[in-house]
């Protein structure tokens, strides 16, 4: 659940403000 929830908010474009702090978050997940 959290990956789609990561993924829907890339498509989003909601990683370009912090996507070390995302790719951060999947790599702990």
């Avoid at 659940?1 to 790599?27: C, E, F, I």
Wanted: hydrophobic fraction near 45%; charge should be positive.
């Amino acid at each position: 659940m959290q990956l789609l929830a990561y993924h829907a908010a890339v498509a989003r474009g909601t990683d370009v403000d912090k996507p070390r702090n995302l790719a951060k978050s999947v790599t702990v997940e």
